[in-house]
């Protein structure tokens, strides 16, 4: 442990070689080109499709950043509508309303979508618009609101997910001031509903005492696949769902399978006679990411996809016989197709530069849309022919970024000393120069089964453009443990997180320093949630690598976080392996806090007010143990945010800030160790 003296001694060498190191290793007006985070926090998005069942328009949601004059909150969602030829877009509703969820009817004939429209009702309901842009019509009529919802098959009836009411007697209680919180009292389970739209009847399709978390119709419309849990906690839906049906008619639920382990989407054949669903191979699998088929009349699914060296992410169908399915393949996204029966994969479309963020068919399954991101552009609407494949883009929003100059983009590898294959993406710095060794800035993702895709790369919390255009190297890893490269390579953590899995990060590094790119001496990282972890991990046990650390909602200590956040039977089976109480010396080896004695990396801790996935006392306890130690750090908390930054101010003192702190102990060069 460093003296204090000694430590202020270094604090003043760094401080006065800060100003000239800056000016002299990187001329002013470097970053005047390339991205801002004003630009950033200005950027809109489209975040769901819809196509229609004639193939010939497409509905989808445009995320659009709220102004800096407005009212402060979560940006807007507007729903907008395009043809598949592209052209002119025609809005449905816009802000200050919010729309989500767009489907249309089975006959096409309606455009729905979920918004709360308080002329209509005080909570959440579908409505609905003609093909030809009527004014909202609201379909349902949920005392408590819309969650998730789907036409039937018939198109006369729409069955949705609502909460539970609030007892009145508890409502009375809480009047009176006794409003305490019991763990399993007064939970409010969400049911599944089905609502006929003609006579506005509606009913409960599944009992009391479980939260339906995703459904679907079958062709007959007299059944509906239910993913249910008898606790409505988040970590239940994460770990201990069950896959089961229900009858339009009424009576018990039936289980259908067995599931390991998590659950994805799911989708009956044409024909009602298989189901089709994304699921885990094991209870300790990170992610459901195979594709299983069962017979309606229930038995064992079978996976269809075992050997895969990719990450599945949504399912559906062709016809009766074949599956398809989206996913991740390393830093790229392909859309495929294989035989309900079983057989080879054949890909459809996707493998290249265009990231596909989910697709919607037309009612032939000919044709698709799909929300489309690359290297230079945010998600747009694009769409596709089946039998082709290639993809056109339809819809165009942020004209400004194609005068905008970008950093060059590309997918890296490496290998670990023990063999394995890394990957990673890497933003070069914009205006590189031959010769030249620049900073590094790593990003790591979070999860830690994320993935980073090699598409469109910048947002608040990975600002990795605006760090490009700030003279950085960039890199954002996807260690052992990531998404895209299939079951095994996702467990390759298992019961060693911030072990290998961190040492791919380290061999990136160095790649990156034996290429030329990069200053060893000068790498920074900054990280959020999982990512967070890495970066509080850096600026601790690897301190003598890392020049400095941000870290934003990033577990400290593996002990209290397991005791303090809302999913402590995910983190601990499928990414741990391991309860920390089983193994308590490894779980305190491994937590940031353990080496804070150690610590000479500058570290910025930030976190939302109101995280509940990753407690704020977990950045707390980082900070207070620097602070003690007299390392260089600071904490930063935004009110009103959870695990991630909705607002724009924060989102904009984010970007400032990181920037700020990596310029002052990365870009200065200043000694890594004290």
Known sequence: MRTPAARQKNRATQLACLLTSVLVAFPTGLGAQGLTPEQVVSIEAVTSVAMSPDGRQVAFTLQRPRSETEQYGSAHSELWVVSTTGGEQRPVLVA???????????????????ARIREHHEQTQVFGVSADGSEPNMLTNAPNGVMAYTWAPGGGAIA???RESIPAEVRARHARGDDEWATGEDQRHVRLWLEDLDSGDRRALTPAGRTVWSFAWASDGLTLAVQTTTNPEIDHSYMFRELGTVSTAGGDLTLLTETPGKLGGMTWSPNGAWLAFVGAVSQNDPLAQSVFVVPAAGGAAVNRTPDYHGSVTSVDWLDNETVTFLANEGTRTTLNRVEARGGDIERIAGGGQQIIGNVSFDGGKEVFAAVVNTATHPNEVYAGNVRRG???RISRHNEWLEDAELARQETIEWMHPDGTRVEGVLVRPLGEQPGTRYPLAMLPHGGPEGVSLDGW???????AQVLAASGYAVLMPNYRGSGGRGVAFSKADHRDLGGKEFEDVIAGIDFLSEQGLVDPKRVGSSGTSYGGYFSAWAGTRHADRFAAAITFAGITNWASFTGTTDIPYEMSIVHWDLWWFDNPGLAWDRSPVAHAND?????????GA?????????????????????VPTGLVVYPREPHGLLERA???????RIIEWLDRYVKAGLPATG
Do not use: C
């Open 390 to 392: 290639a993809l056109e």
């Open 610 to 630: 109101v995280d509940q996935r990753v407690h704020p006392a977990q950045s707390l306890e980082l900070y207070q143990a620097l602070k003690i130690n007299e």
């Open 96 to 114: 200050p309303s919010r729309a989500s969820r767009p489907q249309w009817s089975p006959d096409g004939q309606t455009l729905s979508f979920t």
């Open 650 to 656: 924060h989102q904009l003192d984010f970007m400032h």
């Open 599 to 607: 610590s000479s990396s500058p570290t910025l801790v930030m976190h």
């Open 160 to 162: 949705y997910t609502s």
């Open 457 to 463: 790369t910048t947002r608040a919390l990975y600002p």
